[in-house]
């Protein structure tokens, strides 16, 4: 069954993904990219870290997703149909496939026979958050802070005089 | 049987996507997707590490929080770029702005 | 009470008065002079406390650590002694006047407050000059009265003439203060420390043939190096060049420079420094012959001069060249007392020559006469101070002159007295030249609307003309108690004064003499001055030219010194400007125009070479971390 | 997981959806009843005893119309929007307990899910609105994403406050801490499979965080399009915003969606403030239903009466007034934990705050149409007897 569910999930993974760097309409893209992440929520399900799936489809669902496509849409232009990829993308090809044969050689050659996966009980991933990573929490709480602050200035339209 | 290995390889597979997306594609917003394709690469390696094999501390979950934390304050940073770009270019193919050529 | 260890606060004030000016100066009474004069008085009366403790409780040094480098510790402090104390008595005190006077004086200057400043900066720099107690902080004291001086000289500088003088002065004294700087370092290099103390305990142990730090050899050179050093600021011959085109400074500032700071540094140096002269017994008979030779010298070319100030000037290196020759004859109470006394004198001088520009706006003494009419303070003024000045019986100068004579004849060759004697008819024979000339004959029309100085100008003078009259007293033994300046000043030991009758007699003849003829000459008319001009023609015509010294530094300049810096100007062009730093910048050029096309501005490209880099590292750490 | 589970869960799914079309039929048929009432009309009458039938007819009538596809539409989009708001609308009642067992799959964190799952059905709009190549509906798609992203995060901190006055994200504990210790102790004595802590609070919620309430009230009903925040597909200004091309089973898909949702956030209120489904002599379905229904009349009643916003507003209200509003709770009610401090210094605090900006909200939104209605020489509320 997780088998079965895992190879599932993976191929939605993988072909969402591809989805997304082969498609030629950014929507589209979108779509697939939506599609992708939430069979990686999927996964982390298959991966007994259901929290995780939860932030995962909250925050991308419901917010990367979102601002992506209001982007999309903010800077709509004729091309968008016919965008395709640049020049470069049979080296990109090569490059794509170099790092997944070197990755995958090395997750082969270097495995180790873990098998069991543990649960995680929501109370102590929050407690850890805000005993030992308290810190860590607050400076990316600043870091949001500041992407958010930084987003307004740039994107903020200057009023003319 | 379902090992580490598995998830790695997908994770990866996912990365080398995410990596050919990034290099291949002209909008800028594209590949912005991409990023997130190789975030989410990330984010699913670290949790299944942690998964696997840390019972007792949540090392990974943890940073996978972070990830996506900086992940989308990355994607509200990059798009305002994005939407400053487009409004002073008109375009967010990044082929088209080579500011700093030669 | 205050005591001597308070004695450091007196450079002190005057240095935080020069900011104070500068800044807030224009907040205050008088704009800013205020601050810098009560700085001086403060100065004054702290110099008063200090003379007090000094005499009841003898002399001390204080010195504070200011850091180590090099296993070396650096100090700053200050030393209270005789010497340092008179001097510090000088400077405060003319230098009060010299500010008081200022006031009247630039009073519309549009840089008052500039002038005052650096006035308090000037004070306070000789200040610490006279009460270092250790080379190095002497050393900057040193150049901070040049970079003043400098500063004073060229104070006008919009007009060429005052900034070419302040270049003058500036670089002709630098150049003997590399040699006192070198110096310095070689006393240090063989002593290992900076202060004088020390330095002057080897010296001795040397003079009494004792094992020394300092061999017999580095103790003359360091001397002489010193001494060239004392020359340039003193204005001896062959640095003098730079006094007498320094007139080009307001009269105050000449009036300063002359009496109290800048040039009685040379002086002060060489005596603080006499014990190393003394062990270096050379060094002296050079200190003298440069002293008499300056003193001819000087005193042949003031004869000759027409402007008011430059016979001043001249009058001043001839003094200044009497000086070292008395430090030269071993004569130490001799020179630091004449330095007084001419300090004063030729402040009261220089004050007077100040107030006559005040009132007429001229300054060539063919164009005045008669001046006694229309302002007879000054021309009294003037009158003590010349008369001091050559010597007459009672004025100050008459006192301190003699010693200078005494000591001269005690311990030089018979030539050497001729030689002074003829100075000091010389002496007096331009003061009463320039005193008669200025001041008796005729009164010119265009001078009759010449006016008396204003009472901020005169009462400095009447102080100084007090003090040129009665500080020669001091020289004498008046109660049992006070044994003159002889017992306060000395090297070894003190002494009373020695009165030699001839000599004093004689001496007081020779003045009086001069002036005599100068009345004859100049006031009755009776004697003709042409014959004895056709005689002497060719020294008068060099002494008018300055003995072409100034004519051959110009030449210097002209055919070595500027030929060569435009040899070194081509190569700078050809060899370090346009092959080394342009050829450079082109080949850089040349090379990025072909290498720039890599950078294609385009993102993608960037970052995939970021990753081929990458994956080639993962690759290769691979390869060795896990295949080997 | 078995064969038989699969099929049990297929069971669960398909009776899930008859029954949350029972109640979307219901809800329309209360709506028109109700407003037409406080409009002073009778609503429907004709099909069936009291228009109980009309409902019906609208459906019957919308899956037999023509489903019409716009010729520039992205014709993916335009078909894969409608289900993604309505798989997650539908998904929501997965996790939402009726009763104590009458829940599909009960969660630790369900309301965290059901949050996430709310704010997913955005995306659905959106793209709806920007699939049918209609200006309107990219118009009304980018007002959705505004409004929606905007009024998300009061949403979440109420639900974060809540899950600080609870300390537990489990429905069915926070509806239990609701009640009196004793009663909660003996539900969650056979119900609380791991034993989690919580905080017993003991009155519903609503007494002593009336200010969660009102927040999520409002910010509920922003997230599910209700008047007066339906401005992303306000008929009368973007004629139906990203529904403007959608017609027949399609735009029924999104009705029903939206209905869906709103029953939503009415059953997330009553579960959430009201001790969900508990109450003296009826049974536990019944209490729930009165309360959802009431929370709905609320809504509708909403809708009767206030005017439409418009976006400035809407985006000035949420922004300003909403957003650090939540976190003013988020605080209060962090300090109320942290101290210890009794029930009522909680309402107290909040009854406070509201109060407070109640009071200074109305002035700043009434003061502009006073002053207008000074421009024209009449004082509102003064303008029937002056004519």
């Not at chain 3, 003319?94 to 002038?115: E, G």
Request: some cysteine; aromatic content about 12%; charged content about 10%.
């Amino acid at each position: 069954m997780t088998w079965f569910l895992f190879i599932l999930l993976s191929v939605m993974v993988i072909g969402g993904g591809l989805g997304v760097v082969t498609t030629r309409n950014v929507v589209h893209a979108c779509l697939f990219l939506l599609f992708s992440l939430l069979a990686v929520a999927g996964l982390y399900v298959v991966l007994l870290a259901e929290f995780l799936a939860v932030v995962q489809i909250f925050i991308y669902g419901g917010a990367i997703i979102i601002v992506l496509l209001f982007a999309i849409m903010l800077t709509r232009s004729e091309e968008y149909p016919s965008i395709s990829d640049n020049s470069q993308w049979p080296l990109a090809v090569v490059a794509g496939l170099a790092l997944f044969s070197l990755l995958t050689a090395t997750f082969v050659v270097n495995s180790r026979s873990f098998e069991v996966m543990h649960r995680v009980a929501l109370t102590d991933l929050g407690r850890n958050l805000f005993t030992d990573w308290a810190l860590p929490f607050e400076i990316a709480s600043i870091v949001l802070l500041l992407a958010l602050i930084g987003s307004i200035v740039i994107a903020k339209v200057e009023r003319r005089r | 049987m379902l090992t580490l290995m598995h998830f790695q390889i997908v994770s990866a597979a996912l990365f080398s996507v995410g990596l050919y997306g990034v290099l291949a594609r002209r909008s800028a917003v594209l590949i912005l997707m991409s990023i997130e394709l190789m975030l989410n690469a990330v984010n699913l390696n670290l949790i299944a590490i942690a998964s696997f094999t840390d019972p007792e501390r949540f090392t990974g979950f943890i940073i996978a929080i972070f990830v996506i934390t900086v992940g989308a304050a990355e994607v509200g940073l990059a798009l305002a770029i994005v939407l400053r770009m487009f409004r002073n270019r008109g375009t967010v193919n990044i082929d088209e702005i080579e500011l700093m050529k030669w | 009470m205050i005591g001597m260890e308070y004695a450091w606060l007196i450079p002190v004030l005057s240095f935080v008065a020069f900011p104070l000016i500068l800044l807030l100066g224009k907040f205050f009474p008088g704009k800013g002079s205020s601050i810098s004069i009560g700085a001086m008085g403060a100065g004054f009366i702290l110099f008063l406390f200090v003379m007090a403790d000094l005499l009841s409780n003898g002399e001390d040094f204080f010195s504070y650590k200011w850091f180590d480098v090099g296993g070396v510790e650096l100090t700053w402090g200050f030393i209270i002694d005789p010497l340092s104390v008179s001097i510090l008595g000088l400077v405060t005190f003319v230098a009060l006047m010299v500010q008081i006077y200022s006031v009247s004086y630039m009073k519309d200057d549009p840089r008052f407050n500039w002038y005052f400043g650096i006035q308090a900066f000037f004070a306070g720099s000789m200040l610490t000059l006279v009460l270092a107690d250790n080379f190095l902080l002497l050393y900057i004291a040193w150049e901070l009265v040049g970079l003043c001086s400098y500063l004073l000289i060229g104070f006008w500088y919009e007009r060429k003439p005052a900034v070419e003088a302040a270049k003058k002065a500036f670089i002709t004294t630098r150049l003997a203060d590399v040699a006192l700087l070198v110096g310095i370092l070689l006393l240090f290099k063989q002593v290992g420390s900076f202060s004088m103390s020390e330095t002057f305990e080897q010296a001795e142990l040397l003079m009494a043939g004792a094992n020394s730090a300092l061999s017999s050899g580095t103790t003359l050179i360091a001397a002489l190096l010193i001494f060239v050093g004392a020359m340039g600021k003193s204005a001896q011959v062959p640095f003098h060049v730079w006094l007498p085109d320094a007139m080009e400074g307001p009269t105050p500032v000449s009036a300063l420079i002359h009496a109290a700071t800048m040039v009685a540094a040379g002086i002060y140096l060489v005596a603080r420094t006499f014990v190393i002269f003394e062990a270096a017994p050379d060094s002296l008979l050079i200190v003298a012959i440069v002293g008499l030779l300056t003193t001819l010298m000087a005193a042949s070319m003031a004869l000759v001069m027409t402007d008011l100030k430059q016979i001043l000037a001249y009058s001043t290196i001839s003094h200044l060249g009497l000086m070292m020759l008395s430090l030269g004859s071993f004569g130490y109470t001799a020179a630091i007392f004449h330095l007084m006394t001419h300090g004063f004198s030729k402040a009261l001088l220089f004050l007077a020559a100040g107030s006559v520009m005040h009132g007429i706006g001229r300054t060539d003494i063919r164009q005045m006469g008669g001046l006694i009419k229309v302002m007879p303070l000054t021309a009294l003024a003037f009158g003590i101070g010349a008369v001091s000045l050559g010597g007459i019986p009672i004025f100050a100068g008459f006192w301190s002159k003699d010693e200078i004579l005494l000591s001269v004849l005690d311990h030089r060759h018979p030539i050497f007295m001729i030689l002074v004697l003829v100075a000091v008819f010389l002496s007096a024979l331009y003061m009463a030249r320039a005193f008669f000339v200025a001041f008796m004959g005729e009164l010119s029309d265009e001078n009759r609307e010449g006016h008396e100085a204003p009472a901020l100008m005169a009462i400095p003078m009447i102080l100084l003309s007090i003090l040129a009259v009665t500080f020669g007293l001091l020289a004498l033994e008046w109660t049992d108690s006070f044994h003159g300046i002889g017992s306060f000043i000395f090297v070894h030991e003190g002494h009373g004064f020695e009165f030699n009758l001839i000599l004093g007699l004689g001496s007081a003849i020779l003045a009086a003499s001069a002036f005599i003829i100068a009345w004859l000459i100049y006031v009755k008319g009776s004697v003709p001055i042409s014959p004895f001009k056709r005689t002497f023609a060719p020294i008068i015509s060099m002494a008018e030219r300055k003995y072409y010294l100034d004519s051959m530094y110009q030449g210097f300049i002209d055919r070595v010194v500027l030929v060569f810096s435009a040899l070194v100007a081509k190569f700078d062009r050809v060899f370090v400007n346009d092959v080394a730093v342009n050829g450079v910048a082109e080949s850089v050029k040349r090379s990025a125009f072909t290498l720039r096309h890599h950078v294609t501005g385009l993102m993608y490209n960037y970052a995939f070479v970021m990753v081929v880099g990458a994956i080639a590292l993962a690759a290769a750490w691979w390869a060795v971390a896990v295949k080997g | 997981m078995s064969v038989s589970a699969i099929l049990m869960m297929a069971m669960w799914l398909l009776s899930l959806f008859t029954i949350l079309s029972l109640v979307v039929l219901s809800l329309i048929w209360i709506e028109r009843k109700f407003l037409g009432r406080l409009q002073r009309r009778l609503g429907p009458t004709r099909t069936g005893p009291f228009g109980l039938m009309q409902p019906v007819a609208d459906a019957v009538k919308l899956v037999l119309k023509e489903d019409m596809l716009p010729s520039w539409a992205d014709k993916a989009i335009f078909w894969v929007a409608p289900l993604l708001v309505l798989v997650p609308s539908f998904m929501i009642w997965v996790t939402i307990p009726a009763t104590e067992g009458l829940v599909v799959q009960n969660l630790e964190m369900g309301l965290f899910v059901i949050v996430a799952l709310l704010i997913l059905s955005i995306l659905g709009i959106l793209l709806a609105g920007w699939g049918s190549a209609n200006k309107y509906g990219a118009l009304g798609g980018l007002r959705a994403a505004a409004q929606l992203v905007s009024y998300e995060v009061p949403l979440v901190m109420v639900v974060v406050s809540i899950a600080i006055l609870v300390q537990s994200m489990d429905l069915r504990i926070i509806v239990a801490s609701q009640l009196p210790l004793a009663t909660a102790q003996s539900i969650l004595g056979e119900a609380n499979q791991s034993n989690v802590a919580f905080n017993h609070i003991g009155v519903p919620l609503v007494l002593i965080f009336p200010l969660g309430l009102v927040l999520f009230l409002i910010a509920g009903l922003a997230e599910v399009g209700r008047i007066p925040f339906d401005i992303y597909f306000a008929e009368s200004e973007i004629v139906g915003g990203p529904f403007v091309e959608y017609s027949g089973a399609h735009w029924a898909v999104f009705f029903l969606a939206e209905y869906i949702n709103t029953f939503v956030v009415a059953a997330l209120v009553a579960l959430l403030f009201l001790a969900g489904w508990h109450g003296p002599l009826l049974p536990p379905l019944l209490w729930f239903l009165i309360k959802t229904y009431s929370v709905i009349l609320v809504i509708y009643w909403i809708r009767g009466t206030f005017p439409r916003l418009r976006i400035d507003q809407l985006m000035a209200f949420g922004w300003k007034g909403m957003i650090p509003l939540s976190f003013v709770g988020v605080v209060i009610t962090s300090v109320y934990r942290f101290y210890d401090w009794p029930n009522w210094s909680l309402s107290l605090m909040s009854l406070t705050t509201l109060a407070v900006v109640g009071y200074w909200m109305y002035f700043k939104f009434t003061r502009p149409v006073i002053k207008l209605a000074r421009s024209y020489g009449r004082e509102p509320g003064r303008s029937r007897s002056a004519r």
